[in-house]
């Protein structure tokens, strides 16, 4: 059978220092590696199959800087899915995810992940508990939460092919 190539655009957002970089840098490189601060946007693209059909993950990791957030509904525009990311052990990142959440363009009703990142923090430094993440899902209808660590690589790689499956399921009801 002819194997057909789908494009997804992902946005991965959430306030400076949450661990968007590092996340992504797992994710390509299956290592731990130390991020510089994001500048506007990276663009880095993650390959992978699903059936027989090749699946082309275009991720636009951006600046968590409240400046750009003026650019983003635009840079967002046709977007499949997006990350919705805070650091388990800073309650403001979390607090401030409305606001991410609120200016992605949703035209192509994209599915949207709750990220919860760093989970490898002791309890003790955990202040966002599954139950508050689960709260904010069934709030904004999210359709996704996980908990990841990029220092252990935890649910890096499922957190990434979950979401690639469930927008080839919608991507593929519309063909
Ligand atoms: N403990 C822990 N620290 C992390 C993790 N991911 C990132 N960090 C640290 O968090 C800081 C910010 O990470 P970065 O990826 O640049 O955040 P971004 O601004 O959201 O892109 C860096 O010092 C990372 O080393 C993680 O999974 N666990
Ligand atoms: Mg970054």
Redesign the pocket.
């Known amino acids: 059978m002819l194997r057909r190539k789908f494009l997804f655009k992902i946005c991965?957002v959430?306030?400076?220092?949450?661990?968007?970089?590092?996340?992504?840098?797992?994710l390509i490189t299956g290592k731990?590696i130390?991020?510089?601060?994001?500048i506007g946007a990276d663009l880095s693209t993650y390959y992978t199959n699903i059936d027989d059909d090749e699946i082309i993950l275009q991720l636009w990791?951006f600046?968590?800087e409240r400046r750009f957030q003026f650019f983003l509904p635009n840079y967002s525009r046709g977007v499949k899915g997006c990350l919705l990311?805070y650091?388990v052990?800073r309650r403001a990142s979390f607090e401030r995810l409305y606001r991410w959440y609120d200016i992605i363009d949703k035209t192509n009703n994209p599915i949207f992940v709750l990220v919860g990142?760093?989970?490898?923090?002791g309890e003790e430094k955990k202040v966002i508990t599954q139950k508050d993440a689960e709260i904010f899902q069934n709030e904004n209808s999210i359709n996704m939460f996980i908990e990841?660590?990029?220092?252990?690589g935890?649910n890096i790689k499922d957190l990434f092919t979950h979401l690639a499956i469930k927008i080839y399921h919608q991507e593929k009801e519309k063909i």
């Open positions: 991965v959430g306030d400076g220092g949450v661990g968007k970089s590092t996340m992504v840098k797992r731990y130390e991020q510089k601060i994001t990791d600046a968590g990311c650091d052990g990142c760093k989970n490898d923090l990841t660590s990029s220092k252990t935890h």
